[in-house]
């Protein structure tokens, strides 16, 4: 088990404040660091500002968005939430955004893992023919795949049913997932596995106990990836769905755009509303990525 | 029982509901509800090609007039409605002509309605510069340098959007190229989009470009819209759904409509732009095909023409109809009396590239400096010969 | 222990079929189907969108190398598409890699920059295209208003109306709103490596760029690779952002049109009868490109990482 603690060092709990040796040796203020302070601090506002301006236009009307470009509400109106809430049915859509976005992520990222361990830690007839047939469900052009995919879900008897949703993602992110675990999991020594397996482990237990714990950070961050787009989609909830009671929300937000004109009040209050679910997740997420890296392993 | 309708304006949804239309349906055809579904504007023809191909298919479909609907007949999943509809008198040919399969000339869409396309002006700027609407082309510029001289943008054209650039030129240019004498003459094969005067059309374009908006190739149409409607821009050229737009805005625009004037040496008078704006079509798949066809013939009658024409704020596509908007009433008497099709979206459509893009990107190179008007004409010619035949619109 | 090598290395044939059935059933009945169909529709005659009339061996393709508008346009789309992937290459992988090490040095704040930098990410790509597109514009704008009260008139330009900067616009809010990816992945990747190295490294007398340059930079090569080869496949593909730009024409005058806007136009847009079977044959070409390009992508960073491990 030498190796195993090796690498429980490798991940070394970084609490708050409690720098590696490496960085002891250095002092904490140096006109270095503050430099790159102020660039992380401004890369941050260039990242955040043209947000903001989103966020306070979603208090504005729709005239006064159009005409004064300074984002600062004069007189500040809930009204576009109201609008937003009622009229694109909001509420009845989260919920099935949340329905459909958790079970395409947990379904693609459960098939894609084990996967996406075996191509990269294992030698059998076939891995590189099928590591790229993954990869090649990356670079065909969604747009093109509609059509037929429509068939498919129509054969399945499965129009105008969530299902259909949560199979396409699902499927549509497993080369995704499959492509940053295979090189999250190549990179991983091979010590940790023969050690775990002279131990009197399984595939499977290594596999689960051992490895899938070490990638919790990519897993994390191939979970974010995964959920942003499935979560904002509007096309193919469009072409899959007929009933309005199923819509999802990025459904919602296109109710805002209409032939000649887009109602911006509106839309940013929309965007607003389905974004912040995005924004808890991430926080959570990111934390797991921390949790990966201090407390992953090592038990 | 319920019939669900596919549209893909917003606007049009809208209009269905709050302006009494599917009450007064629902009134006169009892166990039939409506539902009218917007679907997103720009993939609406992705979502029609696989709403239309398998089960949970809509009843009726809104499709746009022209190569759109002409392509989804050529599909076989909407049906020729020659028969079904039994009164198609109240029509005009210019709506008509717009709800043909090319192939066949059979009628495939109950015509929705008609787009005029006219200059916008803002009375106040016109009344403060003591200017009265141009009679000539020459007022016109002239007008427009007062104008300028007055710190106000003259025109604004929405330049970033191709089709909107292409509709802007066309009532610019629709009677300097000759109207419908030149529209003969190029369905009939003796004149190409090369000839003197559609090359001396494009020209107006390069004319009026000092008096343009700044940056104009950077503005969209919302941009636009906002500019004229709040007296930034004094004159806009754009369609009749304008009229709903300013007032959904919310801005207090004193504005009236004159079709661009024609100098005496023209090939044509000054004519009002116009074109079919979209039909409704019956799907092969649907469900209900019995109420559905009841629903198209109410759809191609007056009391429907009406209400929508009124709550959407559109030119009607047939007779018996009264607009009770004055703008729009003005726009529909001077579309009556000269009304020439715009040959862009009528004729150019069936194919890509498609003439208005073309048209589109050749006049912003234009006014980047990057095209002349003869060479801007070529390249859409050469770009439209690649499927364009003379000859293929035999019923005209 | 070679022999425990090999067994670890070789498990049985139907472990390795239950690690991978379930992704591969689900990929290949959804997903590489429906793809393959769509490929090959590339080789028939369609009419009006859905109907079939012919096979058309590849006469689809020859339409693409010698008609209009694909002769002219084609080209045109391909170089932009070329240079979207070249500069968010450089951005991306330099800011981001920048920010990412940087991130890794610093202690309690790094959780707060990785959620800033990634909140673009979290917008609907279509929002943050019109977003931009208000914030842009020269007439109503607050990034030109900013500029003239700042007195840089010069530089307030009509950023969206040229297109001499229309396409590095394009590029520069794309690599905006992805720089969260290569951040994180970066950032991840950076934890996995055992501080030891680069301590035994600084042990040596290595300094700061060097150790980085010979311990850290080599490490990091396959997740470098990765999201090189995600940005080849995403600059190739790029329609939404160049879609609420510029429309589907790539104003201005076609300064930021790439393939996917000239598939969209000519397979949903246009009036033309066969547009299913000759923009099918476009796409069929890009994947083939886009595949080239990351087969060769896959290989070089191959090499890379056994020159330097």
């Known amino acids: 088990m030498t190796d195993m603690a090796l690498a429980s060092d490798a991940v070394e709990p970084a609490p708050p404040g409690a720098p590696s040796p490496a960085r002891t040796r250095r002092k904490r203020w140096t006109p270095q660091a503050v430099a790159v302070g102020i660039v992380l601090w401004l890369y941050a506002a260039v990242c955040v500002l043209p947000l903001l301006t989103m966020v306070l236009n979603s208090f504005r009307t729709h005239l006064e968005i159009a005409t004064d470009p300074w984002p600062i509400p004069s007189d500040p109106t809930v009204a576009n939430y109201v609008s937003a809430w009622t009229e694109a049915s909001f509420g009845r859509y989260a919920l099935n955004s949340v329905l459909i976005t958790i079970c395409s992520v947990a379904i693609s990222t459960a098939v894609s893992l084990p996967a996406a361990y075996a191509i990269a830690r294992w030698r059998f007839f076939g891995r590189n023919a099928l590591e790229g047939l993954f990869m090649s469900g990356l670079l065909i052009p969604f747009m093109l795949a509609i059509l037929p995919m429509f068939y498919l879900m129509d054969g399945l008897r499965l129009i105008d049913s969530p299902l259909s949703l949560i199979l396409i993602y699902s499927a549509n992110g497993i080369p995704f997932t499959t492509f940053v675990l295979v090189s999250f999991f190549r990179q991983l020594p091979g010590e940790l596995e023969e050690a775990a397996l002279l131990d009197g482990g399984s595939h499977f237990t290594v596999f689960l106990r051992v490895m899938v714990p070490l990638v919790r950070p990519a897993i994390a961050t191939v979970v974010v990836f995964r959920f942003v787009p499935i979560w904002n989609d509007f096309l193919m909830p469009l072409v899959m769905l007929r009933s309005r009671d199923n819509y999802t929300l990025g459904v919602g937000l296109t109710t805002f755009f209409g032939e000649y004109q887009n109602d911006w009040a509106s839309l940013f209050a929309g965007l607003v509303i389905t974004t912040i679910p995005l924004l808890v997740l991430f926080i959570l997420a990111t934390r797991q990525i921390i949790q990966g890296l201090t407390a992953g392993i090592g038990k | ?396 | 222990m070679a022999k425990t090598s090999r067994s670890v290395r070789r498990p049985p044939p139907i472990v390795v079929l239950l690690f991978v059935l379930p992704a591969l059933a689900l990929f290949g009945v959804v997903l590489l189907y429906p793809m393959a169909s769509a490929l090959g529709y590339s080789l028939f005659e369609w009419q009006g969108g859905t109907n079939l009339v012919r096979f058309n061996w590849f006469h689809n393709f020859v339409v693409l190398f010698t008609e209009q508008p694909f002769v002219e346009q084609m080209p045109r789309a391909f170089l932009h598409n070329l240079a979207i992937f070249a500069g968010t290459l450089v951005l991306q992988n330099s800011i981001g890699l920048f920010l990412a090490v940087q991130l890794h040095k610093l202690g309690p704040f790094r959780r707060v920059f990785q959620v800033l930098y990634t909140t673009p990410y979290l917008v609907s790509p279509l929002v943050v295209g019109y977003l931009w597109t208000l914030l842009l514009s020269p007439n109503f704008g607050p990034i030109n208003a900013t500029l003239k009260s700042a007195g840089l008139d010069s530089l307030a330009l009509s950023w969206l109306g040229e297109p001499s900067t229309a396409l590095p616009v394009l590029i520069l809010v794309s690599v905006w709103q992805w720089i969260g990816f290569p951040v994180l992945l970066y950032g991840a990747a950076l934890g996995a490596i055992p501080p030891e190295l680069g301590d035994a490294a600084s042990v040596d007398g290595a300094g700061g760029w060097r150790r980085f340059r010979h311990v850290t930079l080599p490490l990091l090569t396959p997740v470098i690779g990765t999201v090189s080869i995600l940005t080849f496949i995403g600059a190739m593909e790029t329609f939404t952002l160049p879609y609420a730009f510029g429309g589907a024409t790539g104003s201005p005058a076609g300064g930021t049109d790439v393939l996917s806007l000239l598939f969209f136009r000519v397979s949903f847009e246009s009036g033309a009868s066969n547009a299913l079977g000759v923009s099918s044959a476009l796409a069929t070409l890009l994947f083939l490109f886009i595949l080239g390009g990351a087969v060769l992508g896959r290989r070089l960073i191959r090499a890379q990482e056994d020159r330097l491990s």
Do not use: C
């Not at chain 2, 003796?190 to 000092?210: C, F, H, R, S, Y």
């Not at chain 2, 504005?255 to 039909?279: E, H, I, L, M």
């Not at chain 2, 109420?291 to 007056?302: I, K, Y």
């Not at chain 2, 559109?314 to 529909?332: F, H």
């Open chain 2, 1 to 396: 029982m319920r019939l669900t309708v596919w549209t893909w304006s917003n606007e049009a949804a809208t209009a269905f509901k709050k302006g009494g239309i599917i009450d007064a349906f629902e009134k006169a055809h009892p166990g039939v509800d409506v539902e009218v579904v917007a679907q997103l504007d720009k993939n609406y023809e992705t979502l029609l090609t696989t709403g239309l191909a398998g089960s949970g298919s809509p009843d009726i479909v809104a499709l746009r007039s022209y190569g759109v609907l002409s392509s989804f007949a050529d599909s076989g999943n909407i049906v020729p409605l020659d028969d079904v509809v039994k009164d198609w008198g109240g029509f005009s040919k210019a709506a008509l002509t717009g709800a043909k399969r090319k192939s066949d000339g059979k009628l495939y869409a109950v015509p929705q309605g008609i787009q005029t396309a006219q200059v916008y002006y803002n009375k106040k700027v016109f009344a403060d510069l003591g200017l009265a609407v141009p009679k000539t082309w020459d007022e016109f510029v002239s007008a427009a340098q007062k104008i300028k001289g007055s710190g106000v943008a003259p025109v604004v054209i929405p330049g970033a959007v191709a089709a909107q650039i292409s509709l802007a030129a066309e009532v610019i240019g629709n009677a300097r190229r000759g109207a419908g004498d030149f529209q003969q003459a190029f369905l009939g094969g003796q004149k190409n989009l090369t000839d003197p005067d559609n090359v001396a059309a494009i020209g107006l374009m390069e004319q009026l470009k000092p008096y343009l908006v700044d940056n104009v190739t950077s503005v969209t149409l919302d941009e636009a819209v906002t500019l004229f409607a709040t007296g930034k821009a004094a004159m806009f050229p754009s369609g009749t759904w304008q009229v709903t737009t300013f007032a959904n805005l919310g801005a207090k625009v004193d504005y009236g409509t004159f079709d661009v004037p024609a100098n005496a040496d023209w090939p044509s008078k000054s004519v009002t732009v116009s074109y079919a704006d979209g039909g409704w079509a019956l799907a092969k798949r649907s469900a209900h095909p019995t109420e559905a066809a009841e629903l198209l013939n109410w759809l191609a009658g007056t009391e429907f023409a009406n209400l929508y024409a009124n709550a959407m704020g559109t030119i009607p596509a047939r007779d018996g109809v009264t607009l009770k908007n004055p703008v729009l009433a003005e726009m529909y008497q001077r579309y009556l009396s000269t009304p020439s099709a715009y040959l862009g979206a009528a004729y150019l459509r069936y194919g890509t590239p498609s003439g208005t893009d073309l048209m589109g990107e050749q006049v912003q190179k234009i006014w980047l400096g990057k095209a002349t008007p003869p060479a801007a004409a070529q390249s859409i010619q050469t770009g439209i010969d690649a499927w364009f035949k003379p000859g293929d619109f035999k019923s005209e």
